[in-house]
């Protein structure tokens, strides 16, 4: 287990419970762990996960493993180490019986889409949402998600959007024209759209004959997927890189020129776009994005300002935005520069901790806030 620095002055013990963590790759992995390593300067955190791996070297909190991955192996570390507080990391009913059960305490909830749309569809919803509905603060990453969960009669206490690192991703120096090169990175499933950019590259090779579309990521739809490059006779201007590196990423955002995800929504299969973190990689990387009003998309792509939002049933409209960028250098240049300033100011990740503090301050009185 690895220890928090002795020497920082904490103010409140903290455990985060969570299923999903760092080294796992993931949006609610990385939200969790940018949120707790800036929380970290502040509050003494332990995060409970049975994910292995350990943390960068001088991460200000450290990692218990429960004694099982199930609530009453997450009920027993909270006994233990007793916290002054509890966030369940994500809205998984082991996660919320377990700070229920502890409770003395009381406990925070983050949400995301997926978690609580696939409770609704189990023998415990009426527990589970019980449970969330206890939680405060109830925090969610995205407008779409506090519309969702009012619909359910759940009541969510706050939005605080993900963000990203604008160290880390940030703007390529001016290079030679060439091709222009389309990006999606995504884990590769149907709801991500892919298929659908796929399906208009033949158009927009009829115009521009040099495009590029490079698709990072693995996942369950690739074989799927490249048998639709196959026929439609698109290997020369298709590519599949695969899982990327936390290393390669940047500089692969960084050789595109248009981001685009045309993510569709699956609700039947509980299955939606709570925010998307890599949109706000994109747009710190100064690129344009298309993509669609699915979800809580439209908190992170700010329509006609940073990309071009298009109906994900509508593949027409999605052709005329790319079409459109892929014409316009100028316009590309514009919106990529007003995605930038957007997650210089607004969306990055001490943004994001900061507003997550606000919250817990106001039932853990006189914490100071994170550096």
Do not use: C
Request: net charge positive; charged share 20%; proline share 8%.
């Amino acid at each position: 287990m690895q220890e928090s620095d002795p020497n920082r002055t904490q103010s409140a013990k903290i455990a985060i419970l969570t299923l999903d963590f760092y080294p796992q790759i993931g949006g609610v992995q990385s939200y969790l762990f940018e949120i707790a390593r800036r929380l970290g300067s502040a509050f003494d955190i332990a995060v409970v996960t049975p994910q292995p791996g350990e943390l960068p070297p001088a991460t200000p909190l450290r990692k218990v493993k429960p004694p099982a991955p199930h609530a009453l192996g997450f009920w027993q570390v909270l006994r233990q180490k007793q916290p002054d507080f509890v966030i369940v990391g994500h809205a998984h009913p082991q996660l919320l019986l377990a700070a229920a059960l502890y409770g003395r305490k009381k406990y925070a909830a983050i949400t995301y889409g997926n978690d609580y749309l696939a409770a609704q569809k189990r023998w415990h919803h009426a527990l589970f949402n019980k449970l969330l509905n206890q939680a405060n603060p109830l925090v969610t990453i995205s407008e779409a998600n506090v519309r969702r969960l009012l619909a359910l009669n759940l009541n969510p206490t706050a939005v605080v959007h993900p963000g990203t690192d604008p160290q880390r991703f940030h703007p390529a120096p001016p290079r030679a024209t060439g091709p222009v090169t389309l990006l999606t990175v995504a884990r590769l499933v149907p709801r991500k759209g892919i298929d659908t950019v796929l399906k208009l590259m033949p158009s927009l090779l009829d115009r521009h004959p040099r495009l590029l579309y490079r698709i990072v990521g693995s996942g369950p739809d690739r074989e799927r997927l490249e048998e639709l490059v196959h026929s439609l006779t698109l290997s020369a201007h298709v590519e599949f890189v695969g899982r990327a590196s936390s290393e390669e990423l940047p500089k692969i955002y960084r050789n595109a020129d248009i981001f685009v995800m045309l993510t569709r929504e699956e609700q039947n299969q509980t299955s939606v776009e709570g925010f998307g973190i890599v949109y706000l990689e994109a747009s710190a990387s100064g690129l344009p994005i298309v993509a669609t009003h699915a979800g809580g998309v439209a908190d992170a792509v700010h329509d006609n300002v940073t990309g071009l939002l298009v109906s994900p049933d509508n593949p027409d409209q999605a052709l005329q935005a790319l079409t459109r960028l892929i014409d316009d250098e100028a316009l590309r240049h514009r919106l990529g520069q007003a995605g930038r300033r957007l997650v210089e100011d607004e969306l990055n990740w001490d943004k994001t901790a900061v507003k997550f503090q606000a919250l817990l301050t106001a039932v853990l009185p006189g914490s100071s806030s994170p550096t």
